[in-house]
């Protein structure tokens, strides 16, 4: 298979659509390194469950946000496996709020994580795919970048963005054999939406013909699509794939 001793980072991979992702992309035969801020019993539930993978899987404690670590993380991966060659960018947090009232501190630590941290990390990456000429760069976007949503101007401008890097960055790289592609899901059945309100999560669900949340897995099935090159032909790069439900996000 075509992950087989493929090396892959997936940033933010202890929980939700990361933690799917990494065990779904392990248990396909790939070197799995995740990062994990703080939360140490959720990494090691990864590392246990993950034993049962074919591929290998190791929890890489940084932060996102900062610069030296993602070039650290980057660094210590080649030394280690030999080469980096997929970098999957799904870390992100959420601070709703109404703009009128939203503190300052919440748009940056939103912007920082889920925009800046893609920018540390995939920068540290890149000058090593392009001198081996081979990489896919999978962006974790939203359908709240797509279309908006009430209360996460700090989120939606953040998942816009990482759609303007995802179709600029494809185009930069893609002489060099490099694809960057993006996937926008909709509400997804994870611990960030479970935390909203009720009324929130019904927000989410409106207008959605499938009539349910999407689940983490399904996420990763399609980073595993994008990271496949048996699965995913190299002509496709700079794509944002809506997983949405039938919703027809564009």
């Not at 990494?22 to 390194?33: D, E, I, K, M, S």
């Not at 795919?129 to 401008?157: D, F, P, V």
């Amino acid at each position: 298979m075509a992950l087989d001793g493929k090396n892959i980072i997936v940033s933010g991979g202890s929980r939700g659509i990361g933690r799917a992702t990494v065990l779904h992309l392990a248990g396909h035969g790939a070197n799995v390194t995740f990062t994990y801020l703080k939360n140490t019993a959720a990494a090691e539930s990864v590392l246990e469950e993950g034993k049962h993978c074919k591929g290998s899987i190791w929890a890489y404690q940084a932060d996102i946000r900062n610069k030296r670590q993602m070039q650290n993380l980057v660094s210590d991966t080649i030394r280690e496996c030999g080469s980096i060659d997929v970098i999957v960018n799904n870390a992100g947090i959420r601070k709703d709020r109404t703009l009128a009232f939203m503190p300052a501190e919440s748009w940056h630590d939103v912007l920082d994580t889920n925009l800046t941290g893609t920018f540390y990390l995939t920068q540290a990456a890149i000058p090593h795919m392009l001198k081996r000429k081979a990489g896919r760069i999978i962006n974790i976007s939203s359908i709240s970048g797509l279309q908006g949503i009430a209360g996460q101007t700090n989120y939606s401008a953040a998942k816009a963005a990482l759609v303007g890097f995802t179709k600029s960055l494809a185009k930069e790289v893609a002489p060099y054999g490099i694809c960057v592609n993006a996937i926008a899901p909709g509400g997804t059945s994870t611990e960030m939406v479970s935390a909203m309100s009720e009324k929130a999560q019904q927000q989410l669900l409106q207008g959605v013909p499938i009539g349910r949340m999407c689940t983490p897995k399904e996420a990763a099935l399609i980073v595993r699509f994008l990271a496949d090159a048996e699965l995913s032909p190299a002509y496709l790069t700079g794509a944002v794939i809506p997983l949405d439900g039938g919703m027809g996000t564009s």
